[in-house]
Each structure stands twice: as C-alpha cells, then as structure tokens.
Nanobody, 114 residues
C-alpha cells in the first residue's frame, strides 16, 4: 500500500505561483512513475506532468514552460511548481503514484482568480 497526501493548494491571482507537495508513505519503492493530474468542474481528470524514477519528466502542452515537476527522494515528496497561473488552471490537483496499481491522494484545490 502507498499513501499520498497533497498540500499547497489555495487561492491565487492570475500570474501568481503555487507549489504543490505530495508526501508519500508506505511501499513507495513499488512506484515506477509519479504524476500530477487535475480535474476541473464538469471535466475529466487529466494528466498535467509526470516524473519517472530515473528523473525523466513529461508535461502536457498547456503547462510547458510554466509548471515544473520534481522529486525529493530524501523527503519522499513530489512537487509541482506552478508559475504564471491562469484562471483555466483552476481545478482539484491530484498526486498519482503508478505501480501495478494506481494510487491517488485526496486532492488539493487550486483556484486562480482573474
């Protein structure tokens, strides 16, 4: 089992920044890829960024150049640094750990005001 706890969401004005954190515990060595997803009201959950155990990162086009995913192995924490936030970034952001099973955190709300 893996437990994921997100933090760092909040309300920010357009153009501002937030850093989300995802602290992992349990059998984290089973995880092969870590990701951040988001889900806006009335929309499906979508991938935002991912990072493998080797450090390879992947970003969807609408966050490239604005968001950065990283991992602190000593703290068992995955981060999502979000800069130049836009109102359309408003969503609940979820941390994901993928092994033979997908593990999810409870989500953290990000609201960007115009």
């Amino acid at each position: 089992q893996v437990q994921l706890v997100e933090s760092g969401g909040g309300l920010v004005q357009a153009g501002g920044s937030l850093r989300l954190s995802c602290r992992a515990s349990g059998n984290i060595f089973s995880i092969v890829i870590w990701g951040w997803y988001r889900q806006a009201p009335g929309k499906q959950r979508e991938l935002v960024a991912s990072i493998t155990n080797s450090g390879s990162t992947n970003y969807v086009d609408f966050v490239k150049g604005r968001f950065t995913i990283s991992r602190d192995y000593a703290k068992n924490t995955v981060y999502l640094q979000m800069n130049s936030l836009k109102p359309e970034d408003t969503a609940v952001y979820y941390c994901n750990g993928r092994a033979s099973y997908d593990y999810w955190g409870q989500g953290t709300q990000v609201t960007v005001s115009s």
